[in-house]
T-cell receptor, first 112, second 117 residues
Framework: GGIITQTPKFLIGQEGQKLTLKCQQN?????MYWYRQDSGKGLRLIYYSITENDLQKGDLSEGYDASREKKSSFSLTVTSAQKNEMAVFLC???????????FGPGTRLLVL | GDSVTQTEGPVTVSESESLIINCTYS????????LFWYVRYPGEGLQLLLKVITAGQKGSSRGFEATYNKETTSFHLQKASVQESDSAVYYCALGPGATGGNNKLTFGQGTVLSVIP
């Protein structure tokens, strides 16, 4: 088996600040995803990466940048944090053979 | 675009009662979507509960079942007798499958289930 780790677990930022969230997976999966989850809403796709060095925008990419540094890691940057923003960011990687996404535990963001 | 709508929560049921969480979908960009149920138990990460890739087929896991109904565009989650350990948040999702190029998933809003002992 494998695991997805996300750091930090909790992130508190200030309005206007640039914030970076990190994700690591040891499944050796090619494709990785970043989702945002707001309270009472489903997951919304921010960015995804089919393979190393690839980046694709999702439905919610405005206000974010992403970086796929290597196959095992995928970072997400909030370019300018919005005041009172509160959400959980979930990273996932895809097992193509099983057509199944595996998720990390999430990073909880709070902007003061 | 594609969308998924599921039972508005929270849903509260007593242990050993039956459960149904409704899920309907609209797949405007995918001819033959794959359908999924994901679950997040308290303190744990989101994980796959079951999936069905063929219309008319039924998937099952941990006593839960869901049938892919293309006519009614539904994928309702059912369990005959729930347990307290089933308390979790359940998400219905659809995706294009391996032929879709990116396997992007579209999720419903989630349904919080509380099972009372």
């Amino acid at each position: 088996g494998g695991i997805i780790t996300q750091t930090p677990k909790f992130l508190i930022g200030q309005e206007g600040q640039k914030l970076t969230l990190k994700c690591q997976q040891n499944f050796n999966h090619d494709t990785m995803y970043w989702y945002r989850q707001d309270s009472g809403k489903g997951l919304r796709l921010i960015y995804y990466s089919i393979t190393e060095n690839d980046l694709q925008k999702g439905d919610l990419s405005e206000g974010y940048d992403a970086s796929r540094e290597k196959k095992s890691s995928f970072s997400l940057t909030v370019t300018s944090a919005q005041k009172n923003e509160m959400a959980v960011f979930l990273c996932a990687s895809l097992d193509w053979g099983k057509d199944t996404q595996y998720f990390g535990p999430g990073t909880r963001l709070l902007v003061l | 675009g594609d969308s998924v709508t599921q039972t508005e929560g929270p849903v509260t049921v007593s242990e050993s009662e039956s459960l149904i969480i409704n899920c309907t979908y609209s797949a405007t960009s995918i001819a033959y979507p794959n359908l999924f149920w994901y679950v997040r138990y308290p303190g744990e990460g989101l994980q796959l509960l079951l999936k069905v890739i063929t219309a008319g087929q039924k998937g099952s896991s941990r006593g839960f079942e869901a049938t892919y109904n293309k006519e009614t565009t539904s994928f309702h989650l059912q369990k005959a007798s729930v347990q307290e350990s089933d308390s979790a948040v359940y998400y219905c999702a659809l995706g294009p499958g391996a032929t879709g190029g990116n396997n992007k998933l579209t999720f419903g809003q989630g349904t919080v289930l509380s099972v009372i002992p």
